[in-house]
T-cell receptor, first 113, second 115 residues
Framework: AQSVAQPEDQVNVAEGNPLTVKCTYSVSGNPYLFWYVQYPNRGLQFLLKYITGDNLVKGSYGFEAEFNKSQTSFHLKKPSALVSDSALYFCAVSSDSNYQLIWGAGTKLIIKP | EAQVTQNPRYLITVTGKKLTVTCSQNMNHEYMSWYRQDPGLGLRQIYYSMNVEVTDKGDVPEGYKVSRKEKRNFPLILESPSPNQTSLYFC??????????????FGSGTRLTVV
């Protein structure tokens, strides 16, 4: 069965510092990996996805994610955090053997001035 | 503007009173889905639809119904709401749910409280 884990309920980062939000997954077949962001009182917005190709994927708002097949991870990163990055971040996975998206529980990212 | 529109945004209702949450998309997407979001549980899929007249259960379908009579609309029906259905609900659509998932477009959410 497919699964995805976001091991941290909350991540706290000082403004200007690099940030990482972790995601690990388990699938049969080749994974398709996604990051979404949810701002307060808003729906989820697509950030980036990995389907195939370069392991480093660049997305919206300066975010990027690195696909690591051996570690089955897809961590979200940003070199310099902004207070406005504070939000709830969701990792999701599907695969070429099961197209249904499976969602992580979400990680609350807090950027402090 | 390409979007998924949900209504209402907020709803407080009483136990047992039937309600419908509407969802409409203007992107000619084939795939539509309903999720509920609860603290610490992430998004859980209620029902999904691969195309018109094709619907299927997700992970938590009990107490919910859906229909897909037109491509653009995918209403969520609670025939007899109960307090454990108090949650934040999201409708989402995608061009296709097949290989190389295109990613979803989400509505703004409906916060439902059942008392």
């Amino acid at each position: 069965a497919q699964s995805v884990a976001q091991p941290e309920d909350q991540v706290n980062v000082a403004e200007g510092n690099p940030l990482t939000v972790k995601c690990t997954y388990s699938v049969s077949g080749n994974p398709y990996l996604f990051w979404y962001v949810q701002y307060p009182n808003r729906g989820l917005q697509f950030l980036l996805k990995y389907i195939t190709g370069d392991n480093l994927v660049k997305g919206s708002y300066g975010f990027e994610a690195e696909f690591n097949k051996s570690q089955t991870s897809f961590h979200l990163k940003k070199p310099s955090a902004l207070v406005s990055d504070s939000a709830l971040y969701f990792c999701a996975v599907s695969s070429d053997s099961n197209y249904q998206l499976i969602w992580g529980a979400g990680t609350k990212l807090i950027i402090k001035p | 503007e390409a979007q998924v529109t949900q209504n209402p945004r907020y709803l407080i209702t009483v136990t047992g009173k039937k309600l419908t949450v509407t969802c409409s998309q203007n992107m000619n997407h084939e795939y539509m889905s309903w999720y509920r979001q609860d603290p610490g549980l992430g998004l859980r899929q209620i029902y999904y639809s691969m195309n018109v007249e094709v619907t299927d259960k997700g992970d938590v379908p009990e107490g919910y119904k859906v229909s897909r009579k037109e491509k653009r609309n995918f209403p969520l029906i609670l025939e007899s709401p109960s307090p454990n259905q108090t949650s934040l609900y999201f409708c989402a659509s995608s061009l296709s749910a097949g290989v190389r998932n295109y990613g979803y477009t989400f509505g703004s959410g409906t916060r439902l409280t059942v008392v």
